[in-house]
């Protein structure tokens, strides 16, 4: 396609998707844009055009038939390292976004993405595209496969902590992992472990709020026989069983001032000493540290080194709590549901609209961990192939429900609006409930969506141009208009 005089002023981009709608979006949104454009449907093809007449970008397809995404960006790191490219899929996991980080590619979006998403990152990629080859130097872990255990989401907050999985799994960096007891801290430590350079070494954990802190020193260095009472043998601790592997420090933030001058201590000169001893133990060990506590604060009421906290953020990665994520807890359930079945020796039982109704309901205080452990339970009490709300615990069939109808909750509010309009509107009355209730349900989703109408309307089921008429109908602001090129039409969102 011609984009105009001005196309290629700011450079090549190679776009590779099997789905020609998007193609020719995404070809318009970007020769617009001012970049020269060349739209391919297959993986193959990506990569001859790139060797014919070079990218400063690509942007890149996971499922696509013949050579996938996957493959296509392990040849472009062989054959173009120095050129970014930028991964599209509609399947966001965490394998999927850490194998593409690790392959080399500068970013990934789930579809749908917003073009003002996708063209932000383009301009972002292109003012680092020096990165590109660094990235490369991945792609040799591409074909590690692995269960991440209860590590599953399609959020944005999850693909971030995705990316950030595989962004630092390769090096040594000290990374800081914060977030509510339940959240999946350990599963995040596990997975930059199964990432890095030290698959196949230790991995060892060490709870510091389970050890009772008189024991917690001898615990991480280990002691000499007799070095205090009941010391019958020498013993190693964890920094000495954890060299040349990981090191995961859990609730950090409850170690004693003492201890604390000791870790900084091994972290920077990379030598312990048991309790009792006098020799300086090298090790090698990486450590990521986790806690459900705010350490800054704590620095700031000096209940926690301030060297040893710099020491230890180098890198943070914050997990959010379920409850800001509940578009998850359904992939979540049917994770939890094939892993609790498979250990029973049994398929993985349905769960009914109205249970999963009342699982989408309920706040989740204990978050992933609170959830797996009802998942679990409600596979042992259904007897059937299907989960009932009798099989959930009674805190969750009692959370938010009037009543066992799904919309229950909504009865009360809706006999007290009726009280309040009266006789009035008799012969309008359902239009003006339902006009009611829609202002709230879209402003609600939008705020959700962080006022993107693409994502908005695919929550919704409904289209983008209906969602931004009701917009201007209902008087809602704060929605991010779509992008509209020189004849005024909007774009289409790729999906």
Same mark, same amino acid.
């Given at each position: 396609?011609?984009?105009?005089?001005?196309?290629?002023?700011?450079?090549?981009?190679?776009?590779?998707?099997?789905?020609?709608?998007?193609?020719?979006?995404?070809?318009?949104?970007?020769?617009?844009?001012?970049?020269?454009?060349?739209?391919?449907?297959?993986?193959?093809?990506?990569?001859?055009?790139?060797?014919?007449?070079?990218?400063?970008?690509?942007?890149?397809?996971?499922?696509?038939?013949?050579?996938?995404?996957?493959?296509?960006?392990?040849?472009?790191?062989?054959?173009?390292?120095?050129?970014?490219?930028?991964?599209?899929?509609?399947?966001?996991?965490?394998?999927?976004?850490?194998?593409?980080?690790?392959?080399?590619?500068?970013?990934?979006?789930?579809?749908?993405?917003?073009?003002?998403?996708?063209?932000?990152?383009?301009?972002?990629?292109?003012?680092?595209?020096?990165?590109?080859?660094?990235?490369?130097?991945?792609?040799?872990?591409?074909?590690?496969?692995?269960?991440?255990?209860?590590?599953?989401?399609?959020?944005?907050?999850?693909?971030?902590?995705?990316?950030?999985?595989?962004?630092?799994?390769?090096?040594?960096?000290?990374?800081?992992?914060?977030?509510?007891?339940?959240?999946?801290?350990? !599963?995040?430590?596990?997975? #930059?472990? $199964?990432?890095?350079? /030290?698959?196949?070494?230790?991995? +060892? %954990?060490?709870?510091? &709020?389970?050890?009772?802190?008189?024991?917690?020193?001898?615990?991480?260095?280990?002691?000499?026989?007799?070095?205090?009472?009941?010391?019958?043998?020498?013993?190693?601790?964890?920094?000495?069983?954890?060299?040349?592997?990981?090191?995961?420090?859990?609730?950090?933030?409850?170690?004693?001032?003492?201890?604390?001058?000791?870790?900084?201590?091994?972290?920077?000169?990379?030598?312990?000493?048991?309790?009792?001893?006098?020799?300086?133990?090298?090790?090698?060990?990486?450590?990521?540290?986790?806690?459900?506590?705010?350490?800054?604060?704590?620095?700031?009421?000096?209940?926690?080194?301030?060297?040893?906290?710099?020491? !230890?953020?180098?890198?943070? #990665?914050? $997990?959010?709590?379920? /409850?800001?994520?509940?578009?998850? +807890? %359904?992939?979540?359930? &049917?994770?939890?549901?094939?892993?609790?079945?498979?250990?029973?020796?049994?398929?993985?039982?349905?769960?009914?609209?109205?249970?999963?109704?009342?699982?989408?309901?309920?706040?989740?205080?204990?978050?992933?961990?609170?959830?797996?452990?009802?998942?679990?339970?409600?596979?042992?009490?259904?007897?059937?192939?299907?989960?009932?709300?009798?099989?959930?615990?009674?805190?969750?069939?009692?959370?938010?429900?009037?009543?066992?109808?799904?919309?229950?909750?909504?009865?009360?509010?809706?006999?007290?609006?009726?009280?309040?309009?009266?006789?009035?509107?008799?012969?309008?009355?359902?239009?003006?409930?339902?006009?009611?209730?829609?202002?709230?349900?879209?402003?609600?989703?939008?705020? /959700?969506?962080?006022?993107?109408? +693409?994502?908005?309307?695919?929550?919704?089921?409904?289209?983008?141009?209906?969602?931004?008429?009701?917009?201007?109908?209902?008087?809602?602001?704060?929605?991010?208009?779509?992008?509209?090129?020189?004849?005024?039409?909007?774009?289409?969102?790729?999906?």
């Amino acid at each position: 396609m011609s984009g105009g005089a001005e196309a290629g002023r700011k450079g090549r981009v190679v776009v590779a998707d099997d789905e020609e709608s998007v193609r020719w979006t995404l070809t318009r949104a970007l020769e617009r844009e001012g970049y020269a454009v060349e739209a391919v449907g297959d993986g193959e093809a990506a990569v001859a055009a790139v060797a014919a007449g070079g990218a400063d970008l690509v942007l890149l397809d996971i499922q696509m038939p013949g050579l996938d995404g996957l493959a296509t960006l392990s040849r472009l790191a062989e054959e173009a390292p120095a050129t970014p490219v930028l991964v599209m899929t509609a399947y966001g996991s965490l394998q999927t976004a850490v194998e593409a980080m690790k392959g080399g590619a500068f970013d990934y979006l789930a579809k749908p993405f917003d073009l003002e998403e996708l063209l932000l990152a383009v301009r972002r990629a292109l003012e680092v595209r020096s990165l590109a080859s660094e990235h490369s130097q991945l792609k040799a872990a591409l074909a590690d496969r692995r269960d991440f255990g209860g590590l599953v989401g399609v959020s944005q907050a999850m693909q971030r902590v995705f990316k950030l999985v595989g962004t630092v799994a390769s090096s040594d960096v000290t990374v800081l992992i914060q977030g509510e007891t339940g959240t999946g801290k350990e !599963l995040v430590a596990r997975a #930059i472990h $199964l990432h890095s350079r /030290r698959l196949g070494r230790p991995f +060892v %954990p060490v709870n510091c &709020a389970a050890v009772p802190k008189d024991l917690l020193e001898s615990e991480l260095f280990g002691h000499e026989r007799g070095a205090f009472t009941g010391a019958v043998a020498t013993r190693r601790g964890k920094f000495e069983l954890a060299h040349s592997g990981t090191l995961f420090l859990d609730e950090v933030g409850e170690m004693d001032a003492a201890l604390q001058t000791k870790i900084l201590r091994a972290l920077q000169e990379r030598v312990t000493e048991r309790v009792g001893g006098e020799q300086a133990i090298p090790v090698d060990v990486r450590v990521l540290a986790a806690t459900n506590q705010d350490l800054a604060a704590a620095v700031r009421e000096r209940r926690f080194r301030e060297d040893l906290f710099y020491r !230890l953020n180098v890198v943070t #990665i914050d $997990l959010p709590p379920l /409850r800001e994520r509940m578009e998850d +807890v %359904p992939f979540l359930v &049917a994770h939890f549901l094939r892993a609790a079945a498979e250990e029973a020796g049994r398929e993985p039982p349905e769960v009914s609209p109205h249970a999963m109704d009342l699982l989408l309901a309920y706040r989740w205080p204990g978050n992933v961990r609170e959830l797996e452990n009802v998942i679990e339970r409600a596979t042992v009490f259904a007897r059937g192939a299907v989960i009932l709300p009798e099989h959930l615990p009674e805190t969750l069939r009692g959370h938010g429900t009037e009543g066992r109808e799904p919309g229950a909750p909504l009865a009360q509010p809706l006999r007290g609006l009726l009280a309040a309009l009266g006789e009035g509107r008799d012969g309008q009355l359902h239009e003006h409930v339902l006009a009611l209730v829609e202002k709230p349900l879209l402003e609600a989703v939008l705020a /959700r969506c962080g006022g993107n109408q +693409v994502r908005a309307a695919t929550i919704l089921g409904i289209n983008r141009n209906t969602l931004r008429k009701k917009m201007r109908a209902l008087g809602i602001e704060g929605g991010r208009e779509p992008r509209k090129g020189r004849d005024g039409d909007p774009d289409a969102s790729p999906s």
